[in-house]
């Protein structure tokens, strides 16, 4: 049975910071990747920002870029991401995803991949 759990949502003014947290339980093996994704009210989920086992490779959607920070902890099956210089236009409910590897960069910037979902947590940037 696998678990993906997000944490660390909440209210912050805009130009403040927040980090979520993820944690995956089970087959460990699923997890290579991990990626968030994020919903606002009435748009499609979007990618956000994914990052390989080795913690060295990442990637993010241009909107966040220079502002938001993925990182992971193996030991622990946690992801983090720490988001800085928030904007009313981060607000959306964030999701953690893991995924197996052995695909091109590309390919977890789309959802399909991704095999285990949190429940999300809610982020709101107030102006």
């Known amino acids: 049975q696998v678990q993906v759990v997000e944490s660390g949502g909440g209210l912050v003014q805009a130009g403040g910071s927040l980090r979520l947290s993820c944690a995956a339980s089970g087959r460990t093996f699923s997890f290579a990747v991990m990626g968030w994704f994020r919903q606002a009210p009435g748009k499609e989920r979007e990618f956000v920002a994914a990052?390989?086992?080795?913690?060295?490779?990442?990637l993010y959607a241009d909107s966040v870029k220079g502002r938001f920070t993925i990182s992971r902890d193996n030991a622990k099956n946690t992801v983090y991401l720490q988001m800085n210089s928030l904007k009313p236009e981060d607000t959306a409910v964030y999701y953690c995803?893991?995924?197996?590897?052995?695909?091109?960069?590309?390919?977890?910037?789309?959802?399909?991949?991704?095999?285990?979902w949190g429940q999300g947590t809610q982020v709101t940037v107030s102006s």
């Open positions: 990052i390989r086992r080795s913690g060295i490779d990442t």
């Open positions: 995803a893991t995924a197996p590897g052995g695909y091109g960069g590309s390919r977890y910037v789309g959802d399909t991949v991704y095999e285990y």
